[in-house]
Structures are given as C-alpha cells and as structure tokens.
C-alpha cells in the first residue's frame, strides 16, 4: 500500500518568506508526527497529532512555527518569516495510534533551504 | 546533556565482521526503544525494537539494560548493504513521540 508521502520533496526560499510543507500519512493512521533533521544529526521532535488535534507540540521551537491536521488525514507544517536557521530535512511519520509497539513510518521528507 | 548519546562513528569493517554500536539515555522513566536505520539522503526506517529480555533478528541482536540505562545492538556477519546510519530511539510513552541520538554510521568494505 502507500506510504506516507511528502510535498513538495524540495523548497528553495528566502530568508523571511513563508513556506507550507505537506503531508499525506497513511490511509486509516490517527497518529501524525513532524521531525525536523538537520545534517548530521537524528531527527528532532516537533508535534503529535491524535486525530485533528496537537496532542504535545513542545518541539516547536518558536511561534513562527505552526502546524494543522484540519479532517485529522492530511497535515501542513507552516512556518512564517523564516530564517536561514530552519534549513533542514522536515521529515513526517504516521501511526495507527494504538497502545502499545506502535511503529512510526516515515515519509521521505521536504529538503529547505532558506538562502 | 542530551537524551539519547551515541558514538557518530563512523565504523568502517570489513565484510563478514561482527560490529557492537552502544547508546545511553538520561531519561529512567523511558517506556520504549527501538534502533532505526537510515541511508543516505532517506527516511529513517524501524529496524527493531529492543526489550530488556533482548530480542534477535537474524543477524541483528539487541539489548537493553534499564539499570545502567543503556541499549546496544549487535551486527554479525555484516553485509555491504548494512552501510547505513543506525539511530538510537527512545519514546517517553507508547504511541509519543521519538527522541533520537545523532547517529552512528557504519560503513562495511569489501
């Protein structure tokens, strides 16, 4: 079946735009996460969607960040004035949301880079 | 201090070496653990999960030690195909989020 997928795979800005990335969890997954790599470290935390709702979005580093799941399917990660700082790999994974060893998947992720 | 310590490497061995990566982490109230691999320029991808009893997959074997608060993962016979980065994953509670080491990157020659 798919898996979880990511739009778009790359985003060029400039230092100040605002950007919105995408993604499409798995069919029937309640559970949606956003990471965010940069080089040569793992991935770092930013929110947890259970259903529609951000069920611990302490990883967002500051305001500018912000992130919705409007039907509880498809999320977006927005990010306003940005800042060369947030160049990274935003990577985003999907859960069934059970109890238990839940396997997070994980998409394939957008590349941005702020100039 | 970060949460989950790792070695970033990188391993270089030889084919049919065995290989050991080890990680610690601060947090005792951890509840899961798992190791995931990741290739280059790829998603990380769950390799196996790791239980205090340990647990084997082929040639994969994994441990935890909640006393010492620390997790291991050994790799025998290594493969080319094993080159990869090998993340050392905790999550404060099932179905939470993952807190990741940096890596440790494991490079198998010829």
């Known amino acids: 079946g798919a898996g979880v997928s990511q739009t778009p795979s790359n985003k060029v800005t400039e230092k100040g735009k605002y950007v919105e990335l995408r993604c499409d969890p798995i069919?029937?997954?309640?559970?949606l996460y956003w990471y965010r790599q940069s080089l040569g470290q793992g991935p770092e935390f930013l929110i947890y969607?259970?259903?529609?709702?951000?069920?611990?979005d302490s990883g967002l580093p500051n305001d500018r960040f912000f992130a919705v799941r409007p039907e509880g399917s498809v999320s977006t990660l927005k990010i306003q004035r940005t800042e060369r700082g947030d160049s990274a790999v935003y990577l985003c994974?999907?859960?069934?949301?059970?109890?238990?060893?839940?396997?997070?998947?994980f998409g394939p992720g957008t590349r941005l880079t702020v100039l | 201090r970060k949460e989950v310590e790792q070695d970033p490497g990188p391993f270089n061995v030889p084919e049919g070496a065995t290989v050991a990566f080890n990680c610690t982490y601060s947090n005792s109230a951890s509840q899961s653990f798992f190791w995931y691999r990741q290739d280059c320029r790829k998603e990380p991808k769950l390799l196996m999960s790791?239980?205090?009893s340990g647990n084997e997959d082929g040639r994969f074997t994994a441990q935890l030690n909640r006393a010492s608060q620390y997790i291991s993962l050994l790799i025998r016979d290594s493969k080319l195909s094993d080159s990869a980065t090998y993340l050392c994953?905790?999550?404060?509670?099932?179905?939470?989020?993952?807190?990741f080491g940096t890596g440790t990157r494991l490079q198998v020659f010829p």
């Open positions: 069919s029937g997954h309640t559970a």
């Open positions: 790791v239980y205090s």
């Open positions: 994974a999907s859960s069934r949301g059970l109890a238990g060893q839940d396997e997070q998947f």
């Open positions: 969607f259970q259903g529609t709702g951000a069920a611990d």
């Open positions: 994953v905790l999550s404060p509670r099932v179905t939470d989020k993952l807190i």
